[in-house]
Structures are given as structure tokens and as C-alpha cells.
């Protein structure tokens, strides 16, 4: 196949990009799936985006390429350009810029059989090479460019006519725009408005910028569709094995964002486990939408019941009983935003001040494992710890009595 700018399937351009360029531990002799040709068309496809943030570096394995992106200098994110080089066949580009420039003015409304004139007799007759295009597919153009908000139409009688929308006046909008486009889900919308001359500049940075998350939207719109429509699913997950995917049914239930590093999780009610769990949407492939759930309350119910012992996004323990966290931590003169970092973050636990200098952090989670990354942050300052769950309690000191052997500072603890 030549190679082409343009994207027809975004699941491989999103596969490729996240493993090779977001991850970047990948090289070329791992690329198994298809030819080399594929790996290069891909990779040239890609450097056609991205060709300014693209880094290498040489490994055992062979050369790994990643992205290196400036949050200091990068006001927005870089790869909504993938999203922007979706393909299109010269029916599609003709059509719309022919319909846009018959409806041109807002306050004219013609009928599909005005239109099809107009087509046949100002346009489409002038062509070198004649377009034939049927009243189906104009039909069609009309009611997806409705939807879009593009078009508006009004039923007079039995014919109904189509006219342009009013201008939307988005420059007083920019820098709301331009901090949603960074910020929200599907920021890629605000960016496809950002393209607008005049439209560019931007005061906003951004110090914890999670860029790659737009490369798994498309995924997010299909999934809050079947929350809001309280339907069941069927998810395509990712494997070790590339070659194999596997399928898990489930009711959708709620979109989960950890604000550490903006990975996003779906919580769902999986059909064969009979329970509640997270599924990280860069390893959804596809989703299937199924009947409306009829349980789908109760489930919804269940989870906001048990949220508040919430952690990360482990919902059920390993056994009946909740797992106790507790540790204090000494905080010493001058040190006070320490205390406030505790009542800032600490989600479902508790924070007591026992005296000037110490507090104590107190918690029951249902996977006091999710917590570890965490707690390590105050390492140094930890006084005392006791951990329900003794198996993570142990770990944690044989991880600090480690560290201290590695860096010559003795392992008492």
C-alpha cells in the first residue's frame, strides 16, 4: 500500500503511537503484526505529525523512538494532529464544500429538490469529468451536518427545507476554549476550533500535561454513549499477545481519572466475574454496544455504596474485610504545607493532628497495595506504621531497608 499522509483506521495509528512513541520501549524487530513495509509507512505516517518531538535512543534491542514533548513551550497538545489526518474520498470534500457554498447565506432555505438543482445545474455540470451525485447520499450530508449543529432544518407542510446555522462567535471564547481543548475529555474538539485564524495564541501552561489520553477519545465517547443510554457492552482488551485479543461483556457504569498520571478507567460490572472492575482504556481495542441492562441501577448503586473505600480502582478485596492503613509522620518547624499536602490528599482517609509536630493518616480501603506509591512520598518523615494487611506492611519496609543497603546508609527499621 502507499504510503499517505492520512489516516483510515485510527485503532492502528492509536497502537502504534502508544506503544512506540507514549511508551516507547518498543523498537522495530518488535513490530510483528504486519511487514516492514507496514512499520515504515507507519512510522513515516507518524513523523509527518510529530516529526519535531521525535526522540531516539539506542538500545540492546535496537533503536527505540519516542516523543519528547516541553510542557514549558507546548501550548497545545501535538497529538490532536493524528485526529486531524482522518481520510476522506473526493465525494465527501466535494459535497461539503458544495453544500457550505449553496446555503451560504443563513437566512435562505431551500428544499432537497432546490438543492439537487442547484448541484446539477451550477456545479456539478461544469466538472471536467462529470460527478454523479444521487439525492441518497445529499439526503444523507444533510442530516449528519443537522447533527453536527452545522445545518438547521424546518418542515413547511410536507417539504422540509435546510439553511446554514448562525456564526458562532467563538473569539470571545478563546481562552475558555483553549483550556478545555488542554484539560477536558475530547479536548480535540476545542482544538478543531483553535484552528480559526486569529484563534492560535493561548496563556495557558501546563506543569502535569497528559497528552496521550486523547489518543483513547474515541473509546471515551463510545463508552459515557452506553452510560448515558444504560446499555451493556462488549470489550475488546488487549493481550500480551498481539496477535489475540480478549472479550469481557459488562455493564458500563462510571469514568475514572487518577489525577497522579491521567490514565483513565472505565468501572464496569463484568458479566463473568460478577463484580465490579476497572478497565484502563488504553487497553480497550473496541466496544460493542448491546441491549439496555436492566440492572443497571443497582449496579450503579452498588458502586457509589462502595466508592467511598476507594483508593485507586480496586473495588473489591481479596477478602470480606476492609484492609486498616495507618501511619504517623513528624513534621517539623516551618513545615506546615506538609500537613496541608495530608488534608489535600487524602481522599477517603482521615488526618489527626496530634501535636505541633506529628499527625497521624488513618484509612479502610479495599487494596491497601494502591496506597504504597503514595506513603513513599513521606518517607523520611514516617514515625511509626501498622498495616492491616502484614504481606504489603513487610514489603514496604523490605523496600526501604533495600534502598538504604543500596545507598550505604545501613537498613535499621
Same mark, same amino acid.
Given at each position: 500500500?502507499?504510503?499517505?499522509?492520512?489516516?483510515?483506521? @485510527?485503532?492502528? #495509528?492509536?497502537?502504534?503511537? %502508544?506503544?512506540?512513541?507514549?511508551?516507547?520501549?518498543?523498537?522495530?524487530?518488535?513490530?510483528?503484526?504486519?511487514?516492514?513495509?507496514?512499520?515504515?509507512?507507519?512510522?513515516?505516517?507518524?513523523?509527518?505529525?510529530?516529526?519535531?518531538?521525535?526522540?531516539?535512543?539506542?538500545?540492546?534491542? =535496537?533503536?527505540?523512538? /519516542?516523543?519528547?514533548? &516541553?510542557?514549558?513551550?507546548?501550548?497545545?497538545? *501535538?497529538?490532536?494532529?493524528?485526529?486531524?489526518?482522518?481520510? @476522506?474520498?473526493?465525494?465527501?470534500?466535494?459535497?461539503?464544500?458544495?453544500?457550505?457554498?449553496?446555503?451560504?447565506? *443563513?437566512?435562505?432555505?431551500?428544499?432537497?429538490?432546490?438543492?439537487?438543482?442547484?448541484?446539477?445545474?451550477?456545479?456539478?455540470?461544469?466538472?471536467?469529468? *462529470?460527478? #454523479?451525485?444521487?439525492?441518497? !447520499?445529499?439526503?444523507?450530508?444533510?442530516?449528519?451536518?443537522?447533527?453536527?449543529?452545522?445545518?438547521? &432544518?424546518?418542515?413547511?407542510?410536507?417539504?422540509?427545507?435546510?439553511?446554514? +446555522?448562525?456564526?458562532?462567535?467563538?473569539?470571545?471564547?478563546?481562552?475558555?476554549?483553549? @483550556?478545555? $481543548?488542554?484539560?477536558?475529555?475530547?479536548?480535540?474538539? =476545542? +482544538?478543531?476550533?483553535?484552528?480559526?485564524?486569529?484563534?492560535?495564541?493561548?496563556? /495557558?501552561?501546563?506543569?502535569?500535561?497528559?497528552?496521550?489520553?486523547?489518543?483513547?477519545?474515541?473509546?471515551?465517547?463510545?463508552?459515557? $454513549?452506553?452510560? $448515558?443510554?444504560?446499555?451493556?457492552?462488549?470489550?475488546?482488551? !488487549?493481550?500480551?499477545?498481539?496477535?489475540?485479543?480478549?472479550?469481557?461483556?459488562?455493564? *458500563?457504569?462510571?469514568?475514572?481519572?487518577?489525577?497522579?498520571?491521567?490514565?483513565?478507567?472505565?468501572?464496569?460490572?463484568?458479566?463473568?466475574? %460478577?463484580?465490579?472492575?476497572?478497565?484502563?482504556?488504553?487497553?480497550?481495542?473496541?466496544?460493542?454496544?448491546?441491549?439496555?441492562?436492566?440492572?443497571?441501577?443497582?449496579?450503579?448503586?452498588?458502586?457509589?455504596?462502595?466508592?467511598?473505600?476507594?483508593?485507586?480502582?480496586?473495588?473489591?478485596?481479596?477478602?470480606?474485610?476492609?484492609?486498616?492503613?495507618?501511619?504517623?509522620?513528624?513534621?517539623?518547624?516551618?513545615?506546615?504545607?506538609?500537613?496541608?499536602?495530608?488534608?489535600?490528599?487524602?481522599?477517603? =482517609?482521615?488526618?489527626?493532628?496530634?501535636?505541633?509536630?506529628?499527625?497521624?493518616? !488513618?484509612?479502610?480501603?479495599? &487494596? $491497601?497495595?494502591?496506597?504504597?506509591?503514595?506513603?513513599?512520598? @513521606?518517607?523520611?518523615?514516617?514515625?511509626?506504621?501498622? /498495616?492491616?494487611?502484614?504481606?504489603?506492611?513487610?514489603? /514496604?519496609?523490605? &523496600?526501604?531497608?533495600?534502598?538504604?543497603?543500596?545507598?550505604?546508609?545501613?537498613?535499621?527499621?
Amino acid at each position: 500500500m502507499a504510503y499517505t499522509e492520512l489516516i483510515k483506521n @485510527f485503532e492502528r #495509528i492509536r497502537s502504534y503511537m %502508544r506503544d512506540f512513541y507514549v511508551y516507547g520501549f518498543k523498537s522495530r524487530d518488535n513490530f510483528k503484526q504486519k511487514s516492514a513495509r507496514s512499520y515504515d509507512n507507519e512510522r513515516r505516517r507518524i513523523e509527518s505529525y510529530l516529526g519535531e518531538y521525535m526522540k531516539f535512543h539506542q538500545t540492546a534491542t =535496537g533503536k527505540n523512538v /519516542f516523543l519528547s514533548i &516541553d510542557s514549558r513551550r507546548t501550548r497545545q497538545n *501535538p497529538l490532536y494532529k493524528a485526529w486531524k489526518a482522518k481520510s @476522506f474520498t473526493d465525494r465527501d470534500i466535494t459535497l461539503h464544500f458544495l453544500i457550505l457554498d449553496i446555503l451560504h447565506q *443563513p437566512e435562505e432555505w431551500l428544499s432537497l429538490t432546490e438543492i439537487m438543482e442547484k448541484l446539477e445545474s451550477e456545479y456539478l455540470s461544469r466538472f471536467r469529468e *462529470p460527478m #454523479i451525485l444521487d439525492e441518497s !447520499t445529499v439526503r444523507k450530508k444533510l442530516k449528519e451536518y443537522i447533527g453536527l449543529g452545522i445545518l438547521a &432544518d424546518r418542515k413547511q407542510g410536507r417539504q422540509m427545507y435546510y439553511s446554514r +446555522s448562525g456564526e458562532l462567535a467563538i473569539e470571545p471564547m478563546r481562552e475558555a476554549i483553549a @483550556f478545555f $481543548s488542554e484539560t477536558a475529555p475530547a479536548g480535540v474538539i =476545542g +482544538s478543531f476550533l483553535l484552528d480559526q485564524p486569529g484563534m492560535e495564541s493561548s496563556v /495557558f501552561t501546563f506543569k502535569h500535561h497528559y497528552i496521550a489520553c486523547t489518543l483513547d477519545d474515541e473509546i471515551l465517547c463510545r463508552l459515557l $454513549s452506553a452510560i $448515558s443510554d444504560e446499555k451493556e457492552i462488549a470489550l475488546q482488551l !488487549t493481550t500480551k499477545n498481539p496477535h489475540t485479543n480478549s472479550t469481557r461483556r459488562a455493564v *458500563p457504569l462510571k469514568i475514572f481519572a487518577s489525577t497522579q498520571n491521567g490514565r483513565r478507567y472505565l468501572m464496569g460490572y463484568d458479566r463473568k466475574q %460478577r463484580k465490579i472492575t476497572a478497565y484502563r482504556l488504553d487497553r480497550i481495542v473496541k466496544i460493542d454496544e448491546g441491549e439496555v441492562s436492566p440492572d443497571f441501577a443497582r449496579l450503579r448503586e452498588k458502586l457509589e455504596t462502595i466508592r467511598p473505600q476507594i483508593w485507586g480502582v480496586v473495588c473489591e478485596s481479596r477478602s470480606t474485610a476492609l484492609e486498616h492503613v495507618e501511619f504517623t509522620i513528624q513534621i517539623g518547624e516551618g513545615e506546615e504545607h506538609i500537613y496541608q499536602r495530608l488534608i489535600r490528599e487524602k481522599r477517603c =482517609g482521615t488526618v489527626e493532628r496530634l501535636d505541633s509536630s506529628t499527625c497521624r493518616f !488513618t484509612a479502610d480501603v479495599y &487494596d $491497601s497495595g494502591e496506597m504504597i506509591p503514595w506513603i513513599r512520598t @513521606f518517607i523520611g518523615r514516617i514515625l511509626s506504621m501498622n /498495616f492491616s494487611n502484614r504481606t504489603i506492611e513487610n514489603q /514496604f519496609r523490605q &523496600d526501604i531497608e533495600e534502598m538504604c543497603r543500596l545507598y550505604g546508609i545501613g537498613g535499621e527499621g
